[in-house]
């Protein structure tokens, strides 16, 4: 680690990314030059780990697959534990632009999470028929929650600050959806403030989405599972950074 820590840590979740992590690596160095990088290689098979080495990042490795839930628990543990007070979120397939960071770090004057929101008027981004059906629901459920209009509360790409930090590294869910919509629901009933921000998500630049439209309706059902486990939780609270 270098002498003087800075304050911003780049977390990339990735697996199984190679053809991908290394430009998204790079990409964060010529946008955040004093930011570090953390890949947080999820037991990927394939040379993602190297890739990323090779191309500047920190890379985390684990022994297996946990999900985007368990790399970022592991993401924001390594933030507490080395000093760093906000972490922005950025997905390994390129779907998200490392320049639009300052964005999101802007509006964390006022808030204590920014979540890049593709339906708020920047870009071309859609989803059609249940999955997008799932993706309204969840905003409104999700907007009652924390009293805040939320249009995309299944966007990845996030900064948190230091409230949220010391909250995500007690506690994040490593369930499906688990990274989006049940994390957004622990924050709200914590009493930290979540504002969204226009930002346009980009094509993946390799691979195959996550979510193929034949398995739309199964996307929705464990979308809504995942919300009632959020309210399932016990409330947690921040008090002068400690968490209780």
């Not at 924001?76 to 320049?99: E, L, M, S």
């Not at 998500?201 to 193929?212: F, I, K, T, V």
Request: aromatic content about 6%; glycine content about 10%.
């Amino acid at each position: 680690m270098p002498g003087s820590i800075p304050s911003l840590l780049v977390v990339v979740p990735a697996f199984n990314e190679e053809a991908s992590v290394g430009d998204v690596v790079r990409e964060v160095h010529a946008a955040m030059p004093d930011a570090l990088c953390l890949v947080v290689d999820d037991g990927s098979v394939d040379a993602t780990a190297r890739i990323a080495r090779d191309a500047g990042a920190t890379v985390l490795e684990l022994p297996f697959n946990l999900g985007v839930g368990g790399a970022m628990r592991a993401g924001f543990r390594f933030a507490r534990d080395n000093g760093y007070t906000v972490v922005v979120q950025v997905d390994a397939d390129g779907q998200h632009d490392p320049h639009d960071i300052p964005t999101l770090l802007a509006r964390l004057d006022d808030a204590d999470i920014v979540v890049g929101s593709r339906f708020a008027g920047a870009g071309e981004y859609d989803a059609r028929g249940p999955r997008r059906w799932a993706m309204r629901f969840l905003a409104r459920a999700v907007s009652l929650v924390a009293h805040r209009s939320l249009p995309d509360v299944t966007s990845g790409f996030k900064a948190t600050g230091a409230r949220g930090v010391a909250l995500f590294a007690h506690t994040y869910p490593a369930e499906y959806l688990g990274d989006t919509v049940e994390a957004l629901v622990i924050a709200a009933r914590a009493g930290l403030r979540i504002e969204p921000v226009a930002i346009a998500m980009r094509e993946r630049q390799a691979g195959l989405p996550s979510h193929h439209p034949v398995r739309a309706s199964v996307y929705l059902l464990r979308a809504g599972i995942a919300f009632l486990l959020a309210l399932m939780r016990p409330r947690v609270r921040i008090e002068e950074g400690t968490v209780s």
